[in-house]
């Protein structure tokens, strides 16, 4: 049975985005070409490709960021024209407020969307609860570790309650410890409240763990999709443990066949550049 519109919290249907060089006598440069992606409510979706290959900026347009040169982003079924209010977005670098403490930090979006402070400032508190920070509310941003402060860009997020989740690569800067505690925690939290999830990462192992469909983008110029894979992997996980699971093994071998040859054209790029 054909999935209905409203069925997917997220859809990019033919998107292209081409940036226009400063220089006149430049030519443009084209970082997604005839891009479609579908992502159903309570799906949690890994998309993957060589370094500037344009994830990000996929993640971007999904967000209401920036506009598309071409094609349609539909939320839920509808145009998205703006920013996407249904979305929470967290960075690859947390976007923590240096003189805000922790709890004021979770509290910003709520205060922004007009919360009272006091049903803010519990709900912020409830959310430090639940990602093991509920007696570092007072804490200044520099006085948190890294995996600290990653927990507390991810209350951030989830205090607002989004029907649709964007992440980009937000654990790359952990050490592998605090990292597969932090995907742990995210797998938790997504489990209960099955939200839409767009999770973009270079880490092929952390994409399956995680996933319940990887897609592969090629190398640039003109990104487009190459394959998109099912994770068939039984639910719950726990990531240390499922990567040892042979069709954990077999799906990591599947995917990295198509992905290395991108990957090798995109460093191949990274070096012309670079000459």
């Known amino acids: 049975m054909a999935a209905l519109a409203?069925?997917?919290?997220?859809?990019?249907?033919?998107?292209?985005?081409?940036?226009?060089?400063?220089?006149?006598?430049?030519?443009?440069y084209t970082a997604l070409a005839d891009t479609t992606l579908r992502i159903k409510s309570g799906e949690?979706?890994?998309?993957?490709?060589?370094?500037?290959?344009?994830?990000?900026?996929?993640?971007?347009i999904g967000a209401g960021l920036l506009a598309p040169s071409s094609g349609e982003v539909r939320v839920f079924g509808q145009p998205l024209a703006g920013i996407n209010t249904c979305a929470g977005y967290m960075f690859q670098s947390d976007a923590l407020m240096p003189w805000r403490s922790a709890l004021d930090n979770v509290m910003l979006g709520l205060q922004y969307r007009g919360v009272p402070e006091e049903s803010a400032r519990a709900l912020a508190q409830a959310w430090l609860q639940r990602v093991g920070l509920g007696e570092f509310g007072d804490r200044y941003p520099h006085q948190l570790s890294g995996g600290m402060r990653k927990?507390?860009?991810?209350?951030?997020?989830?205090?607002?309650?989004?029907?649709?989740?964007?992440?980009?690569?937000?654990?790359?800067?952990?050490d592998i410890q605090t990292r597969q505690l932090m995907e742990d925690e995210v797998l938790a939290l997504w489990a209960a409240k099955k939200k839409a999830v767009l999770f973009i990462t270079h880490d092929l192992d952390e994409a399956i763990a995680l996933s319940d469909r990887v897609v592969v983008l090629s190398a640039g110029p003109a990104t487009h999709p190459m394959g998109e894979f099912t994770i068939d992997l039984p639910r719950p996980r726990q990531v240390a443990e499922v990567r040892t699971e042979p069709r954990f093994i077999e799906l990591h071998t599947q995917i990295w066949g198509v992905l290395r040859d991108e990957v090798l054209k995109g460093y191949a790029q990274q070096l012309k550049k670079a000459a």
């Open 151 to 174: 927990r507390t860009a991810l209350a951030q997020v989830l205090a607002l309650d989004p029907d649709i989740i964007l992440m980009d690569e937000p654990f790359s800067a952990l």
């Open 44 to 60: 949690f979706v890994s998309v993957v490709g060589p370094t500037g290959c344009g994830k990000s900026t996929l993640l971007n």
């Open 6 to 28: 409203a069925d997917y919290a997220l859809e990019f249907l033919g998107i292209s985005c081409v940036f226009k060089a400063r220089d006149a006598a430049a030519s443009r």
